[in-house]
């Protein structure tokens, strides 16, 4: 049994709804549907859900609401009309109007877009529409798995077929709450999860993972397959195809993800495994990714390491900060934490000093503009003088290494570099590396 996730491009319009519903229909196999508010039919056009987004602001400051609101009906009823369903439109629009003043929730009014679209579809498909509320428990904020594997389960549980809205749910108290932005393929992997399908399908309106950053290297090759945490690395660095936590409801079950291009429904797209096949393992490499805008602390201070605790209250004064750390290469009488150069924005100078109070480092700054490059691949460490080219590469376009991550993980080198010379060592990584990818 299948779970289809279909994203907002591919159900932006009459046109790719039944676009995507031929897909669903083309495999008995795809019988929960999941789906997200319709995307942007055209490069100057506002996603709904953005627009609800705008209502709810326009709602709190007591700005004019209706605008967006009829942006909102406006593109649903041209879908509606083209799909030639019957659906009271004006009656929901009423509803959502009567009840975003009494909730008064950005979840509530963003919530709607799938809401919508997916009773729109469900009607198309003659399939059954099922609310996510029904599905779908968050606690604090958070997806509460504990409740929400097993009431999913058991809903859908004698159901042939359903259609689902993404994104959203219901808190303890019965109030709407939704993911973070681009949730639905969460909702996707929860219902796979709670269904205990053998496939989540994600469609989406790119062909896959791609191997490196297309916005830096051209046409780079798509992943055929790619472990789950290889993903998570991949993720972590910027290739976002998939959101981070679509990851882990199905991780843990074992449920492997296809991300497949709408576009182009024959063409294969990535799988994502719990443990890669021989086919795939053939590969040293699976793809390579970065990410800029990182400052690295650094502090310096003899016999560092004969002082017993002090990497502990370095971590301690950041984490007081609120600071997220990413990285903390050490040497003897000196230590460095790499964190997010925006995450700083307003303790910069307290930590510089709680440092110095609390440890009195000999020196401590904090240098900006630092990027980092990430070979990932499972097959890495197997590969006998592969950190040799890799440096070799860098070595030969005069990039100088700042720092080096490599280790137990065994399945990603990690380098810091100045930002740059980033793209610049990420083409040249990417293309001297082509042959273990
Ligand atoms: N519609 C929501 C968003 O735009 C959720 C999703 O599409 O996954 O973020």
Redesign the pocket.
Known sequence: MIVVKF??TSLASAEAIRHAVNIVKNNPERRFMVV??P?KRFKEDT????LLYQVHRALREGGDYRLPLQEVKDHFSQIIEELNVSFDLDKEIDIIEKEMVQYETADYL?SR??YLNARIIARYLDWPFVDAGLLIRFRNHRLDEEVTYPLAGKVLKDMERAVIP??YGKDEDGKIT??????????GAVIARSVKASLYENWTDVSGIMSADPRIVDNPRKVDWISYRELREMSYMGASVL?EEAVFPIRAAGIPIEIRNTMDPSAAGTRIVPVLPKEARAHTITGIAGKKGLSDLFIEKAMMNAEVGFGARVMNIIARNGVPYEHTPTSIDSMSVIVETAALEHCRNQIISEIDRELNPDRIIIEDGIALIAVVGEGLWQNVGFASRMFAILAEEGIHVRMIDAGFSEMNVIIGISAPQYEKAFRALYDGLQDLM
């Not at 939704?178 to 909702?187: A, E, K, L, M, N």
């Open positions: 994203g907002g997200s508010a995307g996603k709904v859900t953005d963003a877009g799938e993404g994104f939704v993911f973070s932005r681009g949730g639905s393929d969460v909702s959101h």
